[in-house]
Every structure is written in C-alpha cells, then in structure tokens.
C-alpha cells in the first residue's frame, strides 16, 4: 500500500507506505528530491539518486515520510544535498538525537516529521524553483542562468547544494521522469520522445537504460 498527498510546506509531498506480503523489491528512479523518512521506529535521510537504486523491505514494514522537491530539503536539514547524493543517512547523523528521538516515538510520526519540518522551514529559494521549472522545460544552462540572474559558475554551486548535482544531470533526471510519465498514459515511443525533449526514440532509450537501469517497456510493466 502507498498513498502521498500535498504536504503543509511548498514542494513538499507527505507520503506512506506499508510494504504487503509477497511484495516485490521497487525499482526507485532518480527525481531530483530529499526524503526524510521514518520506516519502523527509525528516522533517516535518503538523498538524492542520480540512478534508480532497487529498495526492499520485510513484510509489515510502516514508512511516513517527507519528499522534499523545488531544492527546499537542504535548508531544513541543515546540510547541503550534495553531501547526501546516492546515500540513506541516519537523521541522528545531522540532527540532535533527542529531536530525533521525539520523531522515533511519535504516535503519528508523519505529523512529527511535518511540524519538525515546519519549524526548520527557511522559506523556498525563488532561483532554485525557477532551475527546477526550467530544468522540466528543458531550457539551456546558460539561459536559466540568465533568468536567476546567476553566472554559469554561481548556478552549478547553488545547483549542487539545493538538488545534489548540477543543472545538467537535473535535466536529464527530469526529463526521464516526464518520459516515463508520458509513456504510462499509452503514447507511443516515438511520441514520447518527441514530447519530452529526446533528439529520437534511440537517445531515449538510452537515456532510460542510464538513469533507471532498465528499458522503458520494463519500467511500464
């Protein structure tokens, strides 16, 4: 079973999970976002992938969690997401443990993660919304620089710090994220490709195979 729905916070998606009998591992794909997550009595942070990465879990195992989008989960943390890319670290690694373990306990540990959240919130940062927008719409580097009123140089910091990697991989993360997206509505490949940015259904196929580590028709199966 799992259910998510808007969250108190901007780009912030609040999320549950019961892992059922008989269930398969889930193949997770890149999406450019932080999770804080609190699975069994534990509380942890899952950075941002740059692959898809296969998670399991026994059966019976509750998960509530946060999903932080827009580059917003660094400044609640209090680190930056680069030093969590492709990484599940404790949350007692980053936060006191007596906040944490306030979390652990919780009765309902999704409002404790959220008004945990909610008193670290530092607001969105307007440039990393716009590189996220721009990222989906496929826009150059240099022009999305140019909207944040970033040089090239300053925008692949701030990139790296709010997403975990810079605005180039951030597109290509995106962009699969849309195709896959578009794909499960039923359009065709060569559609998809074309909606979606890829130069033909080949560069899509192998964008795909890169970033999820399987073909497409696998991931719509």
């Excluded at 549950?16 to 193949?27: E, F």
Aim: charged share 20%.
């Amino acid at each position: 079973m799992y259910e998510e729905r808007a969250a108190p916070l901007p780009y912030v998606v609040a999320w549950r999970s019961v892992t059922s009998h008989g269930s398969a591992p889930t193949r997770v794909l890149p999406d450019g976002c932080l999770d804080l997550i609190w699975r069994d009595g534990t509380v942890f942070v899952a950075g941002p992938d740059t692959t898809a990465r296969i998670a399991s879990s026994s059966p019976g195992s509750c998960y509530a969690a946060l999903r932080f989008g827009a580059g917003t989960g660094p400044a609640v943390l209090g680190i930056p997401a680069c030093e969590v890319v492709d990484r599940q670290v404790s949350l007692e690694a980053v936060w006191p443990a007596a906040a944490v373990r306030a979390i652990a306990e919780a009765e309902d540990p999704l409002a404790a993660l959220t008004a945990a959240a909610r008193r670290r919130w530092r607001g969105t940062d307007r440039a990393m919304v716009a590189l996220g927008g721009a990222a989906r719409a496929g826009l150059p580097v240099g022009v999305v620089a140019e909207r944040c009123g970033l040089s090239s140089r300053q925008l692949q910091r701030r990139s790296n710090a709010a997403f975990g990697y810079g605005p180039k991989t951030l597109h290509r993360i995106l962009r699969m994220q849309r195709a896959v997206a578009l794909a499960r509505t039923g359009e065709s490949f060569a559609a998809v490709s074309a909606e979606a940015g890829y130069a033909d259904q080949a560069h899509l196929a192998r964008e795909v195979r890169a970033l999820a580590g399987v073909p497409l028709t696998a991931l719509l199966r």
